[in-house]
């Protein structure tokens, strides 16, 4: 099955600076990755998604790349905010509809 | 974007209890719904999908005689932790695909077993 690896576990950045959190999986037939932002104690909620069709994806201050042949994806957020601290995590699917599968998820602290 | 609704948000029960933890989708219908624990700073762990009017589908390791699924409605799917122990204590979440595949999580639930 499919297998998902996440790092770094934890992240810790100044206001400002950028942040990248790598992410990789083990199923080449795996189509569909989201990212998902937690905040302590609450749902996960779904930051950007990129499909396998596409190598990147923009949403403002947040951004995805995706290597298909390395099997390995990225989350990038820019200009960091004291807000932007919560867990990421990374996950991977095969079509829309199928399991997603986590990462462990790392902790991002940005300090004002 | 699409609404999950969890109920109960936080529960304590003594152990040997049985809790039901319900999950709704409230603007959308959800033929199938997933639900996941999670452990104290860890990730989140698929334990079942959920498929409305047939059995759930258990991932390895979980059992299906203690966690009952049972998803009768296209908007509600709902999971019983049966004769709860202290190991069961965790954080339960439910989550359901919306009309463009993308995951929309409930608010969870705390279990906590005495």
């Known amino acids: 099955g499919e297998n998902v690896e996440q790092h770094p576990s934890t992240l810790s950045v100044q206001e400002g600076d950028s942040a990248v959190i790598k992410c990789t999986y083990s199923?080449?037939?795996?189509?569909?990755f989201p990212w998902y932002k937690q905040e302590l104690g609450k749902r996960p909620q779904l930051i950007i998604d990129?499909?396998?069709?596409?190598g990147e994806k923009k949403d403002q201050r947040i951004a995805v790349t995706l290597n298909k042949t390395a099997k390995h994806f990225s989350l990038h957020i820019t200009e960091t905010q004291p807000e932007d601290s919560a867990v990421y995590f990374c996950?991977?699917?095969?079509?829309?509809?199928?399991?997603?599968?986590f990462g462990k998820g790392t902790k991002l602290s940005v300090k004002p | 974007g699409a609404v999950v609704s969890q109920h109960p948000s936080r529960v304590i029960c003594k152990s040997g209890t049985s809790v039901k933890i319900e999950c709704r989708s409230l603007?959308?219908?959800?033929?199938?719904m997933f639900w996941y624990r999670q452990f104290p700073k860890q990730s989140l762990m698929l334990m079942a999908t959920?498929?409305?009017?047939?059995?759930?589908?258990?991932e390895q390791g979980v059992e299906k005689d203690k966690f009952l699924i049972n998803h009768a409605s296209l908007t509600l799917s709902t999971l019983t932790v049966t004769s709860a122990h202290p190991e069961d204590s965790s954080f339960y979440i439910c989550?359901?695909?919306?009309?463009?595949?993308?995951?929309?999580f409930g608010e969870g639930s705390r279990l906590t077993v005495l």
């Open positions: 989550s359901a695909r919306g009309g463009g595949g993308e995951l929309f």
């Open positions: 199923d080449s037939a795996s189509n569909y």
């Open positions: 990129i499909r396998s069709n596409v």
């Open positions: 996950a991977a699917s095969m079509g829309s509809q199928g399991n997603l599968i």
């Open positions: 603007d959308f219908q959800a033929t199938t």
């Open positions: 959920s498929n409305e009017g047939s059995k759930a589908t258990y």
